[in-house]
């Protein structure tokens, strides 16, 4: 059977959503020093240093303070 690219309900309306659409592949590499990564690395350490701010807020200690005190 050959594939036309579509198909038919009972009432005999087309579906054209019956065809697999293309898979776009992204070859940019993703791991080393690359822009991605290198974003990623410093969006990372912005959102610890919030958080080390936050904790010293929070209790008044700094963080090995903190820790030791566990």
């Known amino acids: 059977m050959i594939s036309k690219g579509f198909t038919t ?3 005999g309306q087309l579906n054209n959503f019956a065809i697999e659409p293309k898979v776009y ?3 940019t590499p993703r791991a080393g020093f690359t822009e991605y990564a ?3 690395n410093g969006r990372l350490a912005m959102i610890g240093f919030v958080s080390l701010i936050a ?3 929070i209790t008044g200690q700094g963080l ?3 820790l030791t005190n566990l």
């Open 38 to 40: 290198e974003k990623l």
């Open 64 to 66: 090995i303070a903190w």
């Open 9 to 11: 309900n009972e009432l």
């Open 55 to 57: 904790v010293e807020l």
């Open 25 to 27: 592949v992204d070859q």
